[in-house]
């Protein structure tokens, strides 16, 4: 069983290996988006440090749908996904192997660079510790919320703009609680129920998101 | 050993095919012969289970394949009219991963032989994206000549952009499955010199009605 999901793992971070320019350009977008609001707000520190968690986040969602694309998109076109299909193994493990390989080469940059991050906002080193974890705990229920949507619309022309609309909405929960633990320890309280709420939301998507991802690509592939 | 029962299929309001029933035995190769848009493909995929018909179903052993998918599917080999090759990845990684996917246990040797009877062996460490069309397809068949369990073959226009060599490679790899107690369906819009006595299966013409 475990097999199953670490051959689709390996797959896609041998792809992603290949293909490193594409997985540069998600992390580029996430810095450039961060990088743009203190230019439009301007240089005060105190606004800045108030907001860097909510900027910091909403660009981590942002890159994660840019990244979304690529997971079925291309096996799709090519016909893997037809394969892996007719693989004879359970399809909810492949696509879980699959999204741990996303996560890995999005999520897990993602939260590396957000280190550089919080010290641009000059964030202290608490709730910069805290931005980091809450993206730890976060990032990789964005992969599997976002796989649904990018399962739904796979195929469909213009899925690019219906994934947004898609998969956003359901991105609130992460975006509130994620945001909301590095404000909270900012102001000098304990982050951890939010926290624990993210990982519990990271914990149930990982559950679910996977049914719901194999039954809908059973769909798109018709 | 696969038996179709009662099967219809609609495509955009367009019935292709209705009350089709046919069997497929054990060592039996069926060929689907019909114009374009007949619903060859279509059958071969509701075959596969990858498309639902609006009527009827398939039987496996007995079973609903869509209530057996994994079994059925470690017992299958499908290839269609994509070749399921990634461009980015080498002929010899593209049957390892896809061995790896299927759980299969190979090692290197056997993934240079399936890609040395299709004559690829000695562009094996080239990326695919770098092969041509013809290439690619061998990479595609080359998972048939891999030790595997599927014993019903499922092949979507295999011939497609094969020279004369691949086609005496598949075919030969046709016979002996065939021979080995195995089924092939295919389909081929080709004049193809069948290497075993061939069941043809004509759809119809592919009128609306």
């Not at chain 1, 809450?134 to 899925?159: D, E, F, H, Q, W």
Request: charged residues 15%; contains cysteine; proline residues 4%.
């Amino acid at each position: 069983m475990i097999r199953t999901l670490l051959a689709a793992a390996h797959r896609d971070l041998l792809l992603g290996l290949r293909q490193r320019s594409d997985v540069a350009n998600v992390l580029l977008f996430f810095v450039i988006v961060v990088t743009m609001v203190p230019l439009g707000v301007g240089p005060d520190k105190d606004l800045l440090r108030m907001i860097a968690p909510g900027v910091v986040w909403v660009a981590a969602l942002l890159a994660s749908i840019l990244s979304l694309g690529r997971l079925f998109a291309l096996d799709y076109a090519d016909g893997t996904l037809e394969q892996i299909m007719l693989s004879g193994q359970p399809l909810s493990l492949a696509v879980l192997g699959k999204i741990v390989a996303h996560w890995l080469i999005t999520g897990a940059p993602l939260t590396a660079l957000s280190v550089v991050l919080a010290l641009m906002f000059d964030m202290a080193l608490v709730p910069g510790v805290t931005l980091v974890a809450s993206l730890l705990l976060g990032t990789p229920c964005l992969s599997l919320i976002g796989a649904v949507g990018a399962a739904l619309t796979l195929g469909l022309r213009g899925g690019g703009v219906l994934i947004t609309l898609l998969v956003l909405p359901l991105y609130v929960p992460v975006l509130i609680f994620g945001a909301g633990a590095v404000d909270a320890s900012a102001g000098g309280l304990s982050p951890a129920s939010h926290l624990m709420l993210l990982g519990g939301l990271t914990l149930a998507a990982g559950a679910l998101a996977p049914w719901a991802i194999t039954a809908a690509l059973r769909v798109s592939v018709e | 050993m696969l038996e179709a029962v009662d099967l219809q299929c609609e495509r955009g309001h367009r019935r292709l095919f209705d009350r089709l029933s046919f069997a497929v035995t054990a060592g039996q190769c069926t060929q689907i012969v019909g114009d374009n848009g007949a619903g060859k493909t279509s059958l071969l995929r509701i075959l596969c289970g990858l498309l639902r018909p609006t009527h009827g179903e398939v039987r496996w052993h007995g079973r609903r394949i869509d209530r057996v998918r994994d079994e059925y599917g470690a017992d299958l080999a499908y290839v269609g009219h994509l070749n399921g090759v990634k461009d980015d990845l080498t002929a010899a990684e593209n049957l390892r991963t896809w061995a790896a996917s299927c759980g299969l246990n190979v090692g290197g040797d056997q993934v240079a032989e399936a890609l040395r009877l299709f004559s690829i062996d000695q562009f094996a460490q080239w990326q695919a994206g770098h092969l041509s069309q013809g290439q690619k397809r061998r990479v595609g068949l080359a998972r048939l000549a891999m030790p595997q369990q599927a014993r019903i073959w499922i092949l979507d226009e295999p011939f497609n952009a094969l020279d004369r060599h691949g086609v005496e490679t598949l075919n030969r790899l046709i016979a002996q499955r065939v021979g080995g107690g195995g089924a092939v369906i295919l389909t081929t819009h080709q004049a193809w010199q069948a290497p075993v006595p061939v069941v043809r299966l004509e759809l119809g013409t592919g009128r609306p009605g």
